[in-house]
């Protein structure tokens, strides 16, 4: 059975590429193929996508000490690559795709607007958000965050590389243990790094439930969908 409808799907650049090496083909061609696999079976889906697999900001803030502004810009430039890769190879699946920007760059993506979103992801489509929010101090799960609630999302997936949120990151600490549910209040009290204090917020004003999970295990998103105690809710 399905549970939710309207999804917000959040991937991050290092989903589908290591940090600043670009893309994985492997691993966009797997991703693809999950997506295709829970859009056949109806669900509206949105996709945001960072971009730390081509650009890190904050390295290069540091480095040629140039504005903030400045790498932002760049930062949501470097989304609209991974959305291009994706809407092709999504398309190729024959998974209707389409690029909306919050960037205004005619020749790749038409300009976002709630409207349009809706308009396409109302007639099957898969709608992929690109460029951050449009605006400079604000990530990509933040603007995750915001698409979710304009597209009026059941929820929102953040797609990790681990099975749901920790007490401590399990990678390098074996004992850290798996929290099956969470408050907002509990994540920004916490100060666990699932998303930040903003996109989390948003969720909590809008009443958007969060649930994180592991992308490359292979069905899982699709069980995400279907089936109860996948990763962690916080809601």
Known sequence: MIKYRRI???????????????????????????????????????????????????????????????????????????????????????IPTKILSALDVPQLAEVYTPQKAWHYMDRGRC??????????????????ALRAA?????????????????????????????????SYLQVLNLRLQVMDATAISLCQENNIPILVHNIFKPGNLMDVITEDNIGTIIK
Do not use: W
């Open 150 to 182: 304009e597209i009026k999302a059941e929820v929102l997936i953040k797609s990790t590389k681990v099975d749901g949120v920790y007490d401590k990151d399990p990678e390098k600490y074996p004992e850290a243990k798996i929290f099956n549910e969470l």
């Open 8 to 94: 917000l799907l959040k991937l991050s650049g290092e989903a589908i590429g290591e940090r600043g090496k670009g893309v994985s083909t492997e691993r966009i061609a797997y991703i693809s193929d999950e997506i295709a696999q829970v859009a056949r079976q109806g669900v509206s889906i949105g996709l945001v996508i960072g971009a730390g697999n081509i650009f890190r900001g904050q390295k290069i803030i540091e480095e040629l000490k140039i504005e903030r502004v400045v790498a932002d810009q760049v930062g949501m430039l470097s989304t609209m690559i991974n959305a291009l890769v994706f809407q092709e190879v999504l398309n190729s699946k024959k």
């Open 127 to 144: 709608v992929i958000f690109a460029g951050g929010t449009g605006n400079p101090f604000f990530t990509t799960d933040t603007a995750a």
